[in-house]
């Protein structure tokens, strides 16, 4: 009986978990999107002006180009192209997810950040009750994990090896497993989905993995190449189960 | 000890990441200033091609950290000042990015820095946020033995720290930053949580503004806010979490 409603707790939080974010995704793609429409009017607005008057063009009509092309590009609105990249959103929903992800789990990739003041404040409740609730979660996970490792231990154990040399090789392998299968082969998986090298690749799983999450490499952000329908959930799935490991790398 | 070998740490990285990173970052600065002034002297007839180059230019500068106004670019982002910074955003795994390795070499080191960085800071963390409850405990003692209140005074005193703590690293620190960098409150708040709770966007980040020259006392004060303030909610979460469990 006590196995079963443990079995039900864990369901009951990874269930939860899940809820979480797509309520997450969902409240942030509502807070944000309007405000990202208004900036994309304004800089189709910006360049329409600029073509126009490119006969007469003097430095300060240039310098102010500049400036406000920057602006643009600080409130995430790249202006390149025609009005036909206007439908694509920064906050369609699988985007909104992936950040609603990367607020709970601390990375904080930057790429994708709220502007309104309602989805900055949003976002700091969302993470204040959702970092433990990632941890929590990541908890179980690893544990999961963990009872790979013991079942090892068990069969050594009973191959008659001591015990301090069976934590020493589970431990071992453990770490050399991990870093097989959660750095260097998703970097070679990189390597063909995002054209980076394998170094590029390593760094940013490591920077991800981390939780440290610059931003200056991210999945699935290049226009220029088409990505397969489940990407970013296998890249999710890659990165719940590579922090789990870390952490269970702690606890070790 | 343990808080000297934390600063050295944090030192030695943004020694080395400077070396590495400057070089480059102006060679990169001169190639686009060169390009602007280019497409400047053709002024007379810009054509779509030349726009879209232009854009397309800019788009790459900001991406790395370089803007594009006046008559210089803003250079020297590897300053002292700021890679220290950036060390910290690292071994904290705040991570801004405002400000990355573009170098291998570079990066490299810092896949290493922060592979060592980051237990030393956990470490650290834990240490303090033990002192911290320590200093509570014998608070609680304190009032108990002068007072004479029973049980309650550990329990109001956990509540008093946590509403202190709340003050000190929350809602005070967005007035300092209101005043210094510029932006409102609500957004001295929201840049306040994102950083201690190390998610760190990078869309806001003290320091940074070339145009703001910040007194010598303001940098060690953020530095040490982030300690404690991180601290803090470390404490708070754990709170969270066995809350949770």
């Known amino acids: 009986r006590a196995m079963c409603s443990g079995k039900l707790q864990t369901g009951l939080l990874v269930a939860g978990y899940f809820v979480y974010l797509l309520m997450g995704a969902a409240v942030f793609q509502a807070l944000e999107r309007t405000a990202e429409k208004q900036e994309k009017m304004a800089a189709a607005q910006m360049k329409k002006a600029f073509l126009q008057s490119f006969t007469q063009l003097t430095v300060v009509e240039m310098e102010q180009f500049v400036k406000n092309l920057t602006e643009a590009i600080q409130n995430g609105v790249y202006p390149v192209g025609n009005e036909s990249q206007f439908e694509e959103s920064n906050w369609d929903f699988s985007n909104s997810f992936f950040f609603a992800g990367t607020v709970v789990s601390t990375i904080g990739y930057g790429t994708l950040h709220p502007k309104t003041a309602g989805g900055q404040i949003f976002c700091v409740f969302f993470a204040l009750f959702g970092i433990p609730l990632n941890i929590v979660f990541l908890h179980r996970v690893g544990k999961m994990l963990s009872l790979l490792c013991k079942k090892l231990g068990k069969f050594l154990y009973e191959k008659g090896m001591r015990k301090k040399k069976i934590k020493f090789l589970t431990l071992l392998f453990f770490l050399v497993t991990g870093i097989l299968v959660f750095l260097c082969l998703p970097s070679i998986f990189f390597q063909k989905t995002e054209g980076w090298s394998y170094s590029e690749g390593i760094y940013f799983a490591f920077i991800t993995l981390s939780t440290i999450g610059f931003g200056d490499y991210v999945v699935g952000k290049n226009s220029d190449r088409n990505y397969f329908s489940y990407y970013r959930v296998l890249v999710a799935i890659w990165i719940l189960f590579g922090l789990a490991w870390i952490a269970l790398l702690f606890n070790l | ?245």
Not at chain 2, 12 to 41: I, K, M, S
Not at chain 2, 127 to 137: D, Y
């Open chain 2, 1 to 245: 000890m343990l808080l000297a070998a934390y600063v050295g740490y944090v030192g030695l990285g943004a020694a080395v990441l400077r070396a590495l990173e400057r070089p480059v970052e102006l060679q990169a600065a001169q190639h686009l200033l060169q390009e602007r002034w280019e497409l400047l002297a053709n002024h007379t007839c810009p054509q779509p091609p030349a726009l879209q180059r232009l854009v397309e230019g800019i788009i790459q500068a900001y991406k790395s950290g370089i803007t594009l106004q006046g008559n210089t670019t803003s250079l020297g982002r590897w300053d002292y000042s700021r890679s220290f910074f950036f060390s910290i955003s690292a071994i904290t795994t705040i991570g801004y990015g405002n400000l990355s390795p573009s170098t291998a070499v570079g990066r490299i080191f810092c896949i290493v820095f922060a592979l060592f960085g980051i237990p030393l800071n956990l470490v650290l963390l834990n240490e303090t946020g033990q002192l911290m409850l320590l200093g509570v405990q014998h608070c609680a003692h304190h009032l108990e033995e002068v007072f004479h209140w029973q049980n309650k005074t550990f329990l109001m005193m956990k509540t008093c720290a946590l509403v202190t703590g709340l003050f000190l690293s929350l809602l005070l620190p967005p007035l300092l930053f209101c005043d210094k960098e510029g932006w409102s409150c609500e957004e001295g708040f929201y840049y306040s949580f994102i950083t201690l709770s190390t998610i760190g966007f990078g869309d806001h980040v003290i320091v940074m503004n070339p145009d703001h020259t910040c007194p010598s006392w303001y940098k060690n004060v953020i530095s040490l806010w982030i300690l404690f303030g991180m601290t803090w909610l470390a404490l708070v979460i754990k709170l969270c979490i066995n809350f949770l469990d």
